[in-house]
């Protein structure tokens, strides 16, 4: 019994999810799915912000569905009002909100055992890491990519160009020329990072093959 | 589920055709089961004799060449907007084509399950689409699968000249000579003499009862089956096969075939019953076909006026409207349209040479400059001309040189007056540094080529497309020789020409967007001739100047001739003549639409498509200019 009983009784749903991470994952690279995610959130702390939205679609072998895509709106018990001007998500606004649960638990169904790829990824997996604490689960076993720090691999190594430490999502929509329309909307921001994440591939595949291993 | 990506999907479709005359709600639940594909440059969308996919493609981003890599012919370039791979919508078939990202790409993949019941159900969609997949196999750089597609060369063959009898509405006689049924048969062909026709409509109470003509006489009378006293009714044929008043050439011919007769009654609605209105005869559609180019040459080369040569360009400037109505070929187009035009500048020097009080006093030769020159213009733009006349003794210099400049200042008036604006640099026959003994000319050439300033090089790249429009062609050769003959001596001019064929200004920036002029009048115009023709023409001159090839001054057949030279560079130079063809078709296109000269192009008003084709020739203007750069080491001078 207690903290020695190793069989803690999970919701089905964490059950189902989890057991999905002992299948093995495709061994070709084209045949991998990639979630690409993003979470606007209340604000940038992981135990008092609370996540808003989540938007995410599956990227696999360099195509989209769009009827395959991910995005739910939060509702908030706490609302913090600066964070609207950045994202424009109001308290029980239009949106169809549902609770954050049900949110989280959808988001696992969705993600299952694939890659999730974000920008700055730590901050959007922290926040959701944050929630299933509070749900009482443990933390997502997703394998993870970076768009933040693949693309500085993607850059050439001189003393002339010093990088920079961190490069945000609209960087990298410039450098890349995509379209920053729908930015700062969760489901806007998946894609545009997931178009990223795309071009990204294509120049470290430049430079050596594409395996998960390189990767990380 | 609507979501915020379908609705960007949407968006974006609703501009292109066939989705912008689909229904909103249509095209929003179309766009929810889009996939969306990123394709590396490069990269296989499909291959040859793959097996069809699920999908269709829309191009979002970057662009999409489709190619044969058998024959490794290109057929089409996809652009933003442009739809591919519809062969399995259309046909139950493996791809005929390969299609490969020519750039990073985005592209929109339309289920082919859930687009079908959308173009069955809409006939617009459905018939855009055939169209589309029909015109998706063409091939830009092969003119002869373009002529057999539309059916020209038959017409071509058969008659030797361009027909274009469809387009063209009929003309009949208006005039109606009618009589009675109960006329006699002399009587009828008294009045049928009278006026000088070859038929007579036999009309009861205003309606047409039958028609009689020089054949019922000839068949019925003459051989005497009836006496000239018997009334028309008995020979008259019947009932008349009438005609709508609006038919074409083609229609009218068609429908005589059809009835094996030679006149058709045309009435108002077509009905027998319906107000009459007028009589066509074969005769009718002969002189109706009469507006082809070998009848409108004879026709100019009576005139006797330049009035009357101002008329006849009016039916050149219809047939050119007609021929690119018809989307002939650009080379034969051209070609005749030039020559046309040609013939007019002979007649207006031939009546002024008639109007001269006395016959010239040597012989002398006539020099088409500049476009007219190359054979490129089509439509009126300014007149470039020289004269060059044989060597004098010193003494009589003077007194011939006036003689031809009186007579040159009769031509460009007289050219003026059919449609030839002067030309703004005074760069015309009429002007004495334009109108030289041939020893003059030689001196003048060699200054050119020794001494190549700017100034030099301008009037040289002018100079050396001339052409000869009237005259002794000996002294035309004279001064070709003289050219190649200078230029091999110096060399270093063909650098200092080279570099005056890179001065052109670009055609397309960063990202192919067109550059448009700053200020000016022509503000945020595109500059047709100075950013897209020039290039072609100057790096034709330079290359041809260097071949020493004489005797062809049009830019495409320079290409041509060019290509046949350096095989290595075979398939740039045939690509420069295809663009060179394009622009030249699209410049007389705007220039029709907006009656001008074509030059400034408002990009606003072009379809996509025109965009695209305009986009395409940048790409041969591009490479042609590095192949000069490089060959002739322009840098060394720039230095």
Known sequence: MGIFDRSIKYPDYWQEYADLFKQSVPKEFNELTFVVLDTETTGFDKTDDRILSIGALKLKGQSIQVDGVFDVYIAQNTFKKDSVPIHGILNNSQQDCISEEEAIQKFLKYAANHIIVAHHAGFDIGMINSALKRMGLPKLKNTYLDTGVLYKKTLIKSYLVQPKDHYSLDDLAEKFSISKKDRHTALGDAYITALAFLKILVKIKEKKELSLKNLK | MKNLISERVADFLKNYPPFNIMEGKLLENLSQQVTIIYKEKGSLVFSLDEEAHPHFYVVHKGAIELNNPITKSITDYCDEGDIFGLRPLIARENYKLE?????????????????????????????????????????????????????????????????????????????????????????????????????????????????????????????????????????????????????????????????????????????????????????????????????????????????????????????????????????????????????????????????????????????????????????????????????????????????????????????????????????????????????????????????????????????????????????????????????????????????????????????????????????????????????????????????????????????????ELEPNNKELYLACSYATKALIKFRTRQGLLHRDSGRYIELESLTKEEKMKLKRTFKAIKEIQDLISIRFKVSNILG
């Open chain 2, 99 to 563: 299609a490969r990202a020519y750039e990073e790409s985005i592209l929109y993949a339309i289920p082919i399950a859930a687009f079908r019941p959308i173009s069955e159900s809409n006939q617009r969609v459905s018939n855009f689409l055939t169209e589309s997949f029909a015109s998706n196999t063409r091939n830009p750089y092969n003119q002869t699968r373009k002529l057999e597609k539309s059916g020209i060369s038959a017409s071509l063959n058969a008659q030797g000249n361009l027909v274009i009898d469809d387009f063209q509405p009929i003309r009949y006689t208006k005039k109606l000579i009618t009589c009675g049924p109960r006329t006699t048969i002399q009587k009828a062909a008294e009045k049928m003499t009278k006026n000088r026709i070859g038929s007579i409509l036999v009309c009861d109470n205003e309606l047409p009862l039958g028609i009689v003509t020089d054949k019922d006489l000839r068949n019925k009378v003459v051989t005497g089956n009836f006496p000239i006293s018997a009334s028309v009714k008995n020979i008259m044929s019947s009932p008349v096969i009438t005609y709508p008043e609006k038919m074409t050439i083609a229609q009218a011919q068609m429908a005589m075939m059809k009835n094996d007769i030679s006149h058709l009654i045309l009435t108002k609605d077509g009905t027998p019953n319906g107000e009459l209105v007028g009589i066509l005869s074969k005769n009718d559609i002969m002189v109706s076909l009469g507006d082809n180019p070998a009848v409108i040459v004879k026709a100019i080369k009576r005139a006797k006026k330049i009035k009357q040569v101002k008329e006849l360009r009016k039916s050149i400037m219809m047939l050119l409207n007609g021929y690119l109505e018809q989307n002939l070929p650009m080379a034969l187009t051209s070609k005749i349209i030039s020559e046309m035009n040609d013939t007019c500048i002979k007649q207006v020097i031939k009546i002024s040479l008639d109007r001269m009080k006395s016959p010239p006093p040597v012989d002398f030769a006539w020099l088409a400059l500049g476009s007219q020159g190359r054979g490129e213009q089509l439509l009126h733009t300014d007149q470039d001309n020289a004269l060059v006349f044989e060597d004098v003794p010193e003494e009589q210099l003077p007194k011939t040189t006036k003689y031809f400049l009186d007579l040159s200042k009769r031509v460009t008036k007289g050219l003026n007056k059919i449609g030839y604006e002067y030309c703004p640099a005074d760069m015309m026959a009429s002007n004495p540094k334009w109108c030289l003994s041939l020893k003059e000319w030689k001196n003048k050439i060699s200054y050119w080529i020794i001494n190549p300033g700017p100034n030099e090089v301008l009037m040289s790249s002018i100079f050396f497309d001339y052409s000869l429009s009237f005259g002794n062609r000996d002294l035309v050769d004279q001064m070709s020789d003289h050219i190649f003959s200078s230029v091999e001596k110096y060399p270093i001019f063909l650098v200092h020409i080279a570099n005056g064929a890179l001065q052109s200004p670009s055609p397309s920036g960063f990202f192919r967007s067109f550059l448009v002029e700053q200020d000016g009048q022509h503000k945020d115009f595109f500059d047709l001739k100075n950013r897209a023709l020039r290039p072609l023409v100057d790096a034709a001159r330079v290359l041809i100047l260097s071949h020493s090839v004489k005797a062809i001054s049009n830019t495409w057949e320079r290409y041509e001739k060019l290509a």
